[in-house]
T-cell receptor
Framework: AQSVTQPDIHITVSEGASLELRCNYS??????LFWYVQSPGQGLQLLLK??????LVQGIKGFEAEFKRSQSSFNLRKPSVHWSDAAEYFC???????????FGAGTRLTVKP | GAVVSQHPSWVICKSGTSVKIECRSL??????MFWYRQFPKQSLMLMAT?????????EQGVEKDKFLINHASLTLSTLTVTSAHPEDSSFYIC??????????FGPGTRLTVT
């Protein structure tokens, strides 16, 4: 079965600074990879996803992620963080049949003024 | 885009009572829905897969008699927490798969058992 590791539990960045959230996955085949964002007390919103093709994917809210098969990674990046980006971010890996999505432990992002 | 709703968004119940949480796909049909549980500051843990017209599939360690799932139609799945106890207090989130392998999540239901 697939699994996901998010090494950073909590990250603090200054507003306007760049951001990178790490995600490593384990899966025997080509993974379907996702990044979701969750605001306090809310459900999850899809930021971006990767299935195949271009390994650099663009998402909503100015986020992008790069799939690196050799490193089993799918790190999320944003060049300039806004205060409204403060939230919990989850990386997830899915299987081809879409019936088993596994989530990482999440990374909580705090944005300093 | 696809929208999934949950009702109620927040519920308080007394220990020993049962509570039902609804999950609806508003603008699409879902033969499968997923139920997750999320403890504070933790990740989502898949509890069960709800299947329209058949029994739900539960993850290992999840009590099927305690967490009753019914997928009544192509747009509705319900999770009933029976004989609730304080340790059942949690944030419950449902999701439905989209056409491109992602899942659409409901806003969640916060259950507090007193």
């Amino acid at each position: 079965a697939q699994s996901v590791t998010q090494p950073d539990i909590h990250i603090t960045v200054s507003e306007g600074a760049s951001l990178e959230l790490r995600c490593n996955y384990s899966y025997g085949a080509t993974p379907y990879l996702f990044w979701y964002v969750q605001s306090p007390g809310q459900g999850l919103q899809l930021l971006l996803k990767y299935f195949s093709g271009d390994t650099l994917v663009q998402g909503i809210k100015g986020f992008e992620a790069e799939f690196k098969r050799s490193q089993s990674s799918f790190n999320l990046r944003k060049p300039s963080v806004h205060w409204s980006d403060a939230a919990e971010y989850f990386c997830a890996v899915g299987a081809y049949n879409n019936n088993d999505m596994r989530f990482g432990a999440g990374t909580r992002l705090t944005v300093k003024p | 885009g696809a929208v999934v709703s949950q009702h109620p968004s927040w519920v308080i119940c007394k220990s020993g009572t049962s509570v039902k949480i609804e999950c609806r796909s508003l603008d699409f049909q879902a033969t499968t829905m997923f139920w997750y549980r999320q403890f504070p500051k933790q990740s989502l843990m898949l509890m069960a897969t709800s299947n329209e017209g058949s029994k739900a599939t539960y993850e290992q360690g999840v009590e099927k008699d305690k967490f009753l799932i019914n997928h009544a139609s192509l747009t509705l799945s319900t999770l009933t927490v029976t004989s609730a106890h304080p340790e059942d207090s949690s944030f419950y989130i449902c999701s439905a798969p989209g056409s491109s392998y992602e899942q659409y999540f409901g806003p969640g239901t916060r259950l507090t058992v007193t």
